[in-house]
């Protein structure tokens, strides 16, 4: 009887402790991330991205993602869409966090590829004036900076900076931003 007691207090204690392995390697995790482009009207300058990742050893992982940023230029009452389709990939690096992986601080470095339209394509205004600058091809490399925390076994927010320097644009060449997003592993 005392076998069957120390037994049952030991698979008691055993699953109380227990909690779900983080950042296994080749566990891949599908991510959705939101924000703002400029601190002085976030619903003129945004983004979204959407990405995946596949962990590596040590907390570090690969990411690929897609990306579509849109901005606006005023032009006396007119709203000048500026809008940016990218797709990036790169790696991720562990920095700073807690052995479980609970909290991390990660860096990333990304190689990007993308198009950017002003206007729709529009050359051409209401009142005859031209938009100069025109829709091009571009490339260029990224950075992140993220703060990643589980609020389950699952389930990771993360709150990050990016930065991407473009060329083969017309508009800004260096473009921070900062952002949020959800990340499920699976």
Same mark, same amino acid.
């Given at each position: 009887m005392k076998k069957y007691i120390y037994t049952m207090m030991f698979a008691f204690m055993s699953i109380a402790i227990a909690q779900a392995q983080r950042? $296994?390697?080749?566990?891949? =995790? %599908?991510?959705?991330?939101a924000?703002? $482009?400029?601190?002085?009207?976030?619903? +003129?300058?945004?983004?979204?991205?959407?990405?995946?990742t596949v962990n590596g050893n040590n907390g570090n992982y690969q990411l690929w993602a897609l990306e579509y940023t849109h901005q606006y230029d005023e032009y006396k009452n007119l709203r000048i869409p500026q809008e940016t389709y990218t797709a990036e990939g790169g790696y991720s690096f562990f920095m $700073? =966090?807690?052995? +479980?992986?609970?909290?991390? $601080?990660?860096?990333? &470095?990304?190689?990007?590829l993308g198009y950017e339209s002003i206007n729709r394509g529009e050359t051409l205004l209401y009142d005859g004036a031209k938009i /100069?600058?025109?829709?091009?091809? &571009?490339?260029?490399?990224g950075g992140r900076l993220s703060f990643e925390t589980y609020l389950s076994d699952r389930f990771v927010l &993360? /709150?990050?900076? %990016?930065t991407k320097v473009l060329w083969g644009t017309d508009l800004e060449q260096f473009r921070p931003s900062i952002g949020v997003g959800l990340r499920l592993n699976f």
């Open positions: 950042m $296994l390697p080749k566990q891949k =995790g %599908l991510e959705v991330n924000g703002t $482009l400029s601190d002085n009207d976030p619903s +003129r300058h945004y983004y979204f991205n959407i990405g995946m $700073l =966090g807690d052995t +479980r992986k609970n909290i991390t $601080l990660n860096a990333a &470095i990304t190689g990007v /100069l600058t025109e829709d091009n091809f &571009i490339y260029g490399a &993360i /709150l990050q900076g %990016l």
